[in-house]
């Protein structure tokens, strides 16, 4: 146990480190524009896909759910107003977040351990370049960029299922459906899940470069390093989503 707290406090140090590094060399983010809108690309192209196929299924299952839970308690014309709530304010954000620690956290903690097993990160800074500048702040800059977007995309597939389980399979009138999705829209509780999302696309591209920096030799430390970082930034999804939960829409 107290060796874990020990780990546990140590990481926590590193990424904090790790943190401060970024700042510092984030004056310099100009000289990587292209870096950025690659990474944005790299992002988008391969993690869209999994993400609308995901939103579009777990809104038809939520709309079956509310449904099933809520029949003998409200009318059903209230469905949508559920799910406009719990997809924008919780389930929208939360899915992309683990998404995205799924994808992108896996390919950066990968790739960039590689480098470190086969010396090219020591090669960077045998040219006098700063691994950090280099490596980590083009792919944070453009997670924390692209994520916000990606968020919306989700949202809107989500209830795209529910709306279409809602009118073909429980029979609510589509204009209903709508006009409670439109009554129950506020643009804050968008804003306040685009602000979540910035938080865990941030973090779940920290998490797998720090761990990547601090990886041993060898073919088994890519394995390791990938598990590990994606297990770490699914719980820090988590947690953070409680966190700004709170900050956000409860305090």
């Known amino acids: ?38 990474h944005i690309y790299d992002i988008s192209a391969n993690s869209m896909l999994v993400m609308i196929l995901g939103a579009f299924f777990l809104g038809m299952v939520a709309s079956y759910q509310i449904a099933y839970q809520m029949r003998d308690y409200i009318p059903m014309v209230y469905l949508s107003a559920l799910m406009t709530q719990s997809v924008i304010l919780e389930l929208g954000p939360l899915m992309t977040g683990i998404a995205f620690a799924g994808r992108v ?10 480098m470190k097993t086969t010396d090219q990160i020591d090669a960077i800074r045998v040219m006098s370049i700063d691994p950090v500048e280099y490596l980590v702040l083009p792919r944070i800059t453009a997670a924390v960029l692209i994520i916000p977007f990606l968020t919306v995309i989700v949202e809107f597939v989500i209830i795209l299922g529910a709306f279409i389980i809602a ?28 602000l979540k999302s910035v938080f865990f696309g941030f973090f779940t591209v920290l998490i797998p470069c720090y761990f990547a ?10 394995g390791d390093t990938t598990t590990k ?17 709170r900050v956000i829409f409860v305090w």
């Open 213 to 222: 920096f601090n990886a041993g030799h060898g073919s088994k430390a890519v």
């Open 167 to 194: 009118v073909a399979g429980l029979d609510i009138p589509a204009n209903v459906f709508l006009e409670g999705t439109r009554k129950n829209f506020e643009i804050i509780h968008v804003f306040g899940g685009m």
């Open 1 to 38: 146990m107290m060796g874990y707290l020990s780990r546990m406090f140590y990481n926590t140090g590193g990424l904090a480190v790790l943190t401060l590094q970024l700042f510092k060399s984030a004056r310099h983010i100009r000289r990587h524009i292209s870096d950025i809108i690659y």
């Open 105 to 114: 956290t896996s390919s950066t903690a990968a790739e960039i351990t590689s």
């Open 229 to 245: 970082s994606v297990i770490i930034s699914v719980i820090c999804v988590i947690i953070v989503d409680y966190i700004l939960t």
